[in-house]
Each structure stands twice: as structure tokens, then as C-alpha cells.
């Protein structure tokens, strides 16, 4: 639904419909376009006059919206991208097939995004980076300058890359996690929840009771 809402209001394209694998097919209607099967697609959208653009997030570390995207492609579909008019990407910034880029994206001079990528929302992407191929990320992370993000990684919301950090292939970053040095592959970096303070907020504020 949310990738359908900004291909049509923010892009040339229009969307024809949606796909699902067959073991998942449940409906064969949404928002008053056909649902099919993923397996059947080519019988109502032929590869000739259709793109695809696979709609998923982070699953399985990226992997599932990665072989869905090469399965489409092996069958002749062109991958279609989405770059949001209302985010601010320089004019030298190189990006790759099938990716999305949601609003208020900062993507500053001599990036270099790969294939498969998300940028949600509010992301600041810093001068010289590199995003590797199939990574997802999430609202409101910083990638400073001259960074590396490993392929398939996933960083968290509010997540922090200091400046020339890599991280490493399939890390998972969590939410407000500062990552200061490089990372080795497969890293992975939990949040940890704040303990509640011993006396309660209405106490704290003097709520009358």
C-alpha cells in the first residue's frame, strides 16, 4: 500500500496491480486492483509493458526482497525505482536499480547507493559514502562522510555511523545505536532498554493526585 500511494502521486508511473507467492495469496483485490500470484504473473502483466518494484522490507536480512527482485528480473522484468521529488539527493549521487527513496532523504555529493536499497524517511547519507547492495534504512539514521555500509545490512531508526566507519556485510544495526569503529560481517548490535527511574512521572511533575 505505501509503496502503491507514492508511485502514483509522486511518479510516472501507475500501478497496474499486485503479486503475491501463491502460498500467500489470500485476497485477489486491494485498493480495486488485481492481486495474482507471483508465480502467474507474466498471464496479467506481461513483461513487455510492466515494471516491478518488490515491496518488501527487511525480511530474513533483505534476502527475501532480494530473490524475489532477481526472480522478477530472470523472467524479463525491468526493476522499477523510486527516488522522492521532496528528497534532496545532489546531482552526482549515483544510484542503483530497484531502489526507494521516501522523503527528506539528505543524500549529499559523491554517494554511491547500490542495487535493491531503502532509504526510508529523514535519513541524512554523508558526502563519499558507499550503501552497498540489498541494505534497508530505517527513518532518521546518520551515515557520516566517507562511510561504508556492508551489503544486506539493516541500520535501526536513529541509528549513528561515525565518520569513515564500515559496516560490515549483513550487520544489523539496532534503533539509536552509534556504531564508532568498523564492524565484521554478520555483526550484529542490540538496543538496550533504559530502566524506569525509581520514582513515576506524575510523582516527578507533581501531578496532583
Same mark, same amino acid.
Given at each position: 500500500e505505501i509503496a502503491r500511494e507514492y508511485f502514483d502521486a509522486d511518479s510516472e508511473y501507475r500501478v497496474a496491480g499486485f503479486a503475491v507467492e501463491a502460498a500467500y495469496l489470500k485476497r485477489t483485490e486491494l485498493h480495486g486492483l488485481p492481486v495474482v500470484a507471483f508465480e502467474e504473473l507474466e498471464r496479467c502483466f506481461p513483461a513487455v509493458d510492466h515494471e516491478i518494484f518488490v515491496a518488501v522490507v527487511y525480511t530474513q536480512l533483505n534476502r527475501l526482497r532480494?530473490?524475489? #527482485?532477481q526472480a522478477a528480473k530472470a523472467r524479463g522484468y525491468r526493476l522499477a525505482s523510486f527516488v522522492s521529488p521532496r528528497a534532496f539527493v545532489w546531482r552526482n549521487v549515483t544510484i542503483g536499480e530497484h531502489c526507494f527513496v521516501f522523503e527528506d532523504n539528505t543524500v549529499q555529493p559523491f554517494v554511491s547507493i547500490g542495487e535493491n536499497v531503502v532509504l526510508w524517511s529523514g535519513n541524512h547519507v554523508g558526502h563519499h559514502s558507499v550503501i552497498e547492495a540489498n541494505c534497508f534504512v530505517a527513518s532518521h539514521v546518520v551515515i557520516s562522510g566517507f562511510c561504508t555500509i556492508g551489503a544486506s545490512s539493516f541500520l535501526g531508526v536513529n541509528a549513528t555511523i561515525a565518520n569513515n566507519v564500515r559496516v560490515g556485510r549483513d550487520n544489523? %544495526? !539496532?534503533?539509536? %545505536? #552509534? %556504531?564508532?569503529? =568498523?564492524? #565484521? =560481517? !554478520?555483526?550484529l548490535f542490540k538496543t538496550e532498554q533504559p530502566e524506569p527511574a525509581r520514582v513515576s512521572a506524575p510523582r516527578f511533575f507533581k501531578v496532583p493526585a
Open positions: 532480494t530473490r524475489l #527482485a544489523w %544495526v !539496532g534503533p539509536n %545505536v #552509534a %556504531v564508532m569503529k =568498523d564492524t #565484521a =560481517d !554478520g555483526a
